[in-house]
């Protein structure tokens, strides 16, 4: 079952149910406070994610609470979902929108291990596919010792694949095909510079 999504101006007006309001709020907090600023650890100028804070003021960032049924049949589905809200879209909106599958019971192992395990088809499907949770590993691209994938609680998030995402992709060869297939010849140049030197 696909679970509800809220956008963050109905959490913050209290819309969602008394017992899902504490995680969304936490997590649309963290998304403010963490993702929208830069940090001094985070070896460039600029917020943590340069997308959070246009989503957020044109309201297209979603969260909605992940429940105990099979995580990839629900990621699956928001998947689908997620897909037939952008062909509704205009190019401008679309790759703002953002959907959050809140996990405050999930194992981060299962959210690590289902991310693999999915990332590619997503990709396949020009999108992409981030997890995160309190002990996430995954370093920063412009410092190593910088963790930015490390939330409050575990969660998935969705998004639009776009051409400075190259960087995520390097390591998958069928992640990269993909990228490839949608975006060249048309890769800004710093991020061609990445390829060859690949």
């Known amino acids: 079952m696909t679970p509800r999504l809220w956008t963050a101006s109905e959490i913050e007006a209290g819309s969602p149910p008394a017992a899902d309001l504490p995680p969304l709020a936490r997590i649309l907090r963290w998304a403010k ?5 830069g940090h001094p650890d985070l070896g460039r100028t600029g917020p943590v994610c340069p997308y959070t804070r246009p989503a957020l003021r044109r309201d297209l960032f979603h969260l909605g609470l992940g429940g105990s049924g099979d995580l990839r049949e629900t990621l ?5 979902a997620y897909t037939a809200t952008l062909s509704t879209m205009d190019s401008s909106d679309a790759e703002l929108l953002t959907y959050v599958l809140v996990l405050p019971a999930a194992d981060p192992d299962e959210i690590d291990t289902v991310q693999r395990e999915l990332k590619s088809r997503f990709v396949a499907d020009g999108l992409m596919l981030g997890q995160f949770h309190p002990h996430c590993a995954e370093p920063g691209l412009w410092n190593q010792e910088f963790r930015p994938l490390r939330s409050p609680l575990p969660l998935l998030a969705i998004r639009r694949l776009l051409p400075v995402d190259l960087p995520f992709l390097l390591a998958e060869p069928g992640q ?3 990228y490839l297939a949608r975006f060249a010849p048309g890769i800004p140049a710093r991020l061609r510079a990445q390829l060859i030197f690949r």
């Open 33 to 37: 406070e963490f993702l929208v600023p």
């Open 76 to 80: 699956t589905g928001l998947r689908a």
């Open 176 to 178: 990269l095909d993909a």
